[in-house]
């Protein structure tokens, strides 16, 4: 369908409450070259956020708010953080994770775990 409509397809998915349903043919049309490895990066990393797991490619940025009502700007939780730039790379992302985080939030990147985002939502037992 083009490069065009299939980045609308994906940008509708990828703000939609749809992504686990539709992820697997976004994956594929990344595997065929019908859409970039970036946005499919991104996708996956939201799903994973999503389900409260660990992003792969630090895509995804929240604001949370602790439970002292304070709110905080931050790349979600990213496994193997220590590595992350090499798979953006991989993906096809120029940014590392911290030029992203200060473009995206206007905050210094810092690495956070998913232990420690409960405890600052004052949700952890």
């Not at 299939?6 to 976004?26: G, R, T």
């Not at 604001?63 to 002292?68: F, G, L």
């Not at 090499?86 to 911290?98: D, I, M, N, Q």
Request: glycine letters at 6%.
């Amino acid at each position: 369908v083009g490069k065009e409509t299939s980045n609308a397809a994906w940008l509708v998915i990828q703000h939609s409450n749809k992504i686990e349903q539709y992820l697997p043919m976004i994956k594929a049309a990344g595997e065929n070259g019908e859409l970039s490895k970036s946005l499919v990066a991104m996708m996956e990393d939201r799903h994973l956020m999503n389900q409260g797991l660990e992003q792969i490619y630090g895509t995804q940025g929240k604001t949370i708010t602790t439970a002292d009502k304070t709110s905080i700007s931050l790349i979600w939780p990213i496994q193997n953080p220590e590595s992350v730039n090499e798979r953006r790379k991989e993906v096809g992302f120029e940014e590392s994770v911290e030029v992203y985080c200060e473009r995206l939030l206007s905050v210094p990147y810092k690495v956070y775990t998913l232990e420690e985002i409960k405890k600052l939502e004052g949700s952890a037992k």
